[in-house]
């Protein structure tokens, strides 16, 4: 099973493949779900209600995830003040569903 993960800058979630929550928590726990996860991560969206996406962040995750063999894609969204974190978690699971293996992150 496959999990897709969305994170806005105060919640992170996490959908399986049908869509439905199975876990959330604060921000301040992403690097444990990204942890926990590991290997059964095929997406992840992100967001910041005050600006764009940290782009070191983001360099890093890709390149982490990019050794993952089931990850398909990384997607930011900048200043994006109401994007809830779940919804993020199934725009990561459409845009798996949907996008290439090398992805690139988004900026909006």
């Keep these: ?3 897709y993960i969305g994170a806005n800058d105060q919640r992170v979630s996490v959908v399986n493949e ?3 929550e199975v ?3 604060d921000f301040r726990g992403f690097s444990a779900v990204i942890t ?12 910041n209600s005050a600006g764009e ?8 995750l890709q390149k982490q ?9 990384l997607t930011s ?14 725009s990561a699971l459409v845009s798996a569903q949907t996008g290439g293996k090398n992805a690139k992150p988004v900026k909006k």
Excluded at 53 to 60: A, F
Aim: aromatic fraction near 12%; charge should be positive.
């Design 23 to 25: 876990y959330h928590c």
């Design 65 to 73: 995830m990019e050794k993952e063999k089931g990850f398909k894609s």
């Design 36 to 47: 926990h996860f590991r290997g059964r991560i095929a997406a992840i969206a992100l967001s």
């Design 77 to 90: 969204f900048g200043f994006e003040p109401h994007l809830d974190a779940r919804l993020l978690a199934l």
């Design 53 to 60: 996406v940290d782009k070191t962040m983001l360099k890093v």
């Design 18 to 20: 049908t869509g439905s």
């Design 1 to 3: 099973m496959m999990f």
